[in-house]
């Protein structure tokens, strides 16, 4: 039994006892006192079971009157002692029952009892999802929309009753606790069988290394991804063996690095990890040569880091940076033309804006642009709220953190190929990577494509699996046909094949399948929901491969077969 | 000691012994199973059963579910009586009786399982 249950009880103790001493008390005097019979004589007192009767329905308020037979002035006396003794006890009782009800430990316990129970109950793969701001709810919100099942812990108990009202597609347990604490997070699942991965993406730079920590401890199996915003707290979670660790400024920095050298082979890469179905990112092509850097915080270190090896030329412009520590510094905010003109601003070709200030990081921007007009311009977004502003203001690259953060989570999590095909493809050359870019572009001219993996194997791809494993010969470009009209080609990208240790970039059409594989394909969400019944379903497969139509039923199955057999002896 | 211990510990003997006295006797003959020790025994065992709410330990589980048994069978028995006089009018018959003595008879027992384990309890204390 609950914890709620036994609470109750224990609570409800006292009222209980109390009632049953009225309810005795009442019926042992009624059973004593003598009644009066039409006549005036008086005759035996009320049975012990007519006694119970007359209580019950008195002390519920319900009110027969005087049955079997009207009572005498002794018995009314003591029915109305009765009376007040009963009324009293049941109100105690119901005020203590309602009192127990708006108790907040209580409503704690039923509400943690019911999300440990939904928890429990899950039979599908989950994720758990520790921290649900920015990007929590957007790693979430993908996850739902891609037909993954999630766990939510969040501190903050109005972002869960958020949560609520989203509409999910999925029935989401949310739980309003603190993930640091190792009690919440098993509560969470994390010991389930079904778990998968553990996301820490809270705020608190703490809670997440907390996490990252309890998850390694207590439950090893499993991968855990988590988001740290400085150097230190990353490098401890790399001494706990987190899996990955996402620190988003680090992470835009390489990518911005990246731009700068291979335009081409960065587009791809934002492409594909890209959040499945969102609108397709403008290509970027920002100039190498002379950059300004306003805000020299962690995020301004992460990219004097990373930008000064690609060759670019550096001014930092911050209100607290000494002179000692970086030489030719200057000091101010950089939302005042004079501070940027003494930064050379006529001879730059880019600017970052990136304080933590979302109005000062747009003031710089604009200013910026006033005095430079050609000037490329990087603009950190700190906040999903001012999302208005910055895209009414248009950045050349707009640089946003959470955003950045659930892109990767999501990448690692659902397809798991993909960090290998893009370990690989950074061998290839831009022209390789700009035909692969028109290509996926060919797939959805405004939407980015879902990046997802399969395996062909019984659980994921059955009907394929089954026709390899009986030594059917099927190429890749036999199955990427549309379930509905197979003369139609599916609008899919095969990115990737790994078959045991061996990976094959871009297979070609005529690739031969074998049982195991693994698939990581680029298509839209729809695309991805059209080929996954065809693998599966053995009459959708059988349509697609051969054209024809063939129900599941067995007696219909063995009449198309003695038929076909009966039409072959004729012959 | 402790005053809670104390009342506990009472109700549960109580609970034993009323039922006890009122099992006692020739099983069929009305005249030596008054109702009212019936309904005293059934009253003190259900205030013992609420006592027992709320304990979460092994111990307390089945302390609560002995008594529960033992309201159950007083119930039943109680429930029997009343049938016999006022449903069926056929009054206290010697089987009627039997059936309402041996019904507490086995409220009886499970009242004695709650004694024994409340000394075992009692035994196991340390302190």
């Known amino acids: ?571 | 000691m402790n005053l809670e211990k104390v009342i506990f510990g009472f109700f549960i003997v109580l609970a034993a012994t009323l039922n006890f006295g009122f099992f006692i006797g020739d099983i069929d003959r009305p005249e030596l199973h008054h109702v009212y020790e019936l309904a005293a025994a059934l009253v003190v065992s259900l205030i013992a059963t609420a006592l027992k709410f709320g304990d979460r330990t092994q111990i307390g589980a089945i302390h609560l579910s002995t008594s529960l048994v033992a309201d159950l069978q007083l119930i039943a028995a109680a429930i029997t009586w009343a049938v016999a006089v006022h449903v069926t009018g056929e009054g206290m018959t010697p089987s009627v009786m039997s059936s309402v003595v041996s019904l507490s008879g086995g409220a009886l027992f499970a009242n004695i399982v709650s004694v024994i384990i409340l000394i075992i309890e009692t035994v196991m204390l340390r302190r």
């Open chain 1, 1 to 571: 039994m609950n914890s709620a249950f036994f609470l109750a009880l224990r609570r409800m103790r006292v009222p209980i006892i109390v009632l049953i001493v009225i309810y005795s008390v009442s019926v042992l005097g009624l059973t004593l006192i003598p009644g009066v019979d039409a006549d005036g004589k008086a005759t035996a007192p009320l049975s012990f079971f007519h006694a119970f009767y007359f209580i019950s329905y008195t002390a519920t308020t319900i009110g027969f009157g005087e049955i079997p037979n009207a009572f005498s002035d002794a018995q009314r006396m003591w029915v109305t002692v009765s009376i007040y003794l009963t009324v009293v006890g049941w109100s105690y009782s119901v005020i203590t029952l309602l009192a127990l009800l708006q108790d907040k430990g209580f409503q704690n316990t039923l509400t943690t009892n019911r999300f440990s129970r939904r928890v429990r109950l899950l039979k599908e793969p989950f994720y758990l999802v520790c921290g649900c701001g920015e990007t929590g709810n957007l790693i979430c919100k993908t996850l739902d929309r891609t037909g993954y099942a999630f766990v939510v812990i969040e501190k903050d108990e109005l972002r869960v009753q958020e949560l609520d009202l989203q509409d999910f597609k999925s029935d989401t347990p949310a739980l309003a606790a603190d993930a640091s604490q190792p009690g919440n997070l098993l509560l969470a699942g994390l010991k389930h069988p079904k778990c998968r991965a553990v996301l820490a993406v809270t705020n608190d730079e703490d809670a997440n290394l907390a996490v990252a920590i309890a998850v390694r401890l207590l439950n090893p199996a499993i991968p855990v991804i988590a988001r740290a915003r400085s150097p230190a707290v990353a490098a401890n979670m790399a001494s706990f063996g987190t899996n990955h660790i996402i620190n988003p400024f680090t992470r835009f920095a390489e990518y911005l690095a990246l731009a700068i050298a291979a335009p081409e082979q960065f587009r791809l890469i934002e492409i594909l990890t890209s959040l499945p179905e969102s609108p397709m990112p403008e290509p970027h092509r920002p100039p190498s040569g002379y950059w300004i850097l306003c805000g020299y915080g962690r995020f301004g270190h992460a990219l004097a880091e990373r930008l000064k090896p690609a060759g670019l030329e550096l001014t930092i412009v911050d209100p607290d940076c000494s002179p000692d520590e970086v030489p030719h510094a200057i000091r101010g905010l950089g939302t005042e033309a004079e501070t940027l003109l003494q930064a050379r601003i006529g001879d730059a070709y880019g600017i970052v804006a990136g304080s933590d200030n979302d109005v000062n990081n747009l003031s710089i921007a604009v200013t910026a642009n006033e005095l430079n007009p050609s000037l490329f311009v990087v603009a950190r977004q700190n906040h999903n709220v001012n999302s208005a502003l910055f895209e009414a203001y248009g950045a050349d690259f707009t640089m946003i953190p959470s955003h950045i953060v659930a892109q990767e989570c999501i990448a690692i999590l659902t397809t798991p190929l993909l960090a290998t095909f893009l370990l690989q493809l950074r061998e290839r050359d831009e022209a390789w990577s700009g035909a692969l870019v028109s290509r996926l572009q060919e797939l959805h001219e405004e939407l980015t494509p879902a990046v997802w993996g399969i395996r062909l194997n019984i659980s994921e791809a059955l009907s394929v699996y089954r026709a390899l494993m009986q030594g059917q010969k099927i190429t890749l470009g036999e199955i990427l046909r549309d379930g509905t009209n197979r003369s139609l080609a599916l609008p899919a990208i095969t990115l990737l094949i790994r078959r045991e240790d061996e990976d094959i970039l871009l297979p070609p059409d005529n690739f031969l399948l074998a049982p195991g594989d693994q698939l990581l394909l680029a298509s839209s969400l729809s695309t991805r929901r059209n080929l996954e019944l065809t693998l599966y379903n053995p009459n959708e497969l059988d349509y697609v491969l051969t054209g024809h139509e063939i129900t599941g039923s067995w007696i219909w199955n063995r009449l198309a077969a003695s038929k076909a057999n009966g039409n072959n002896t004729t012959r």
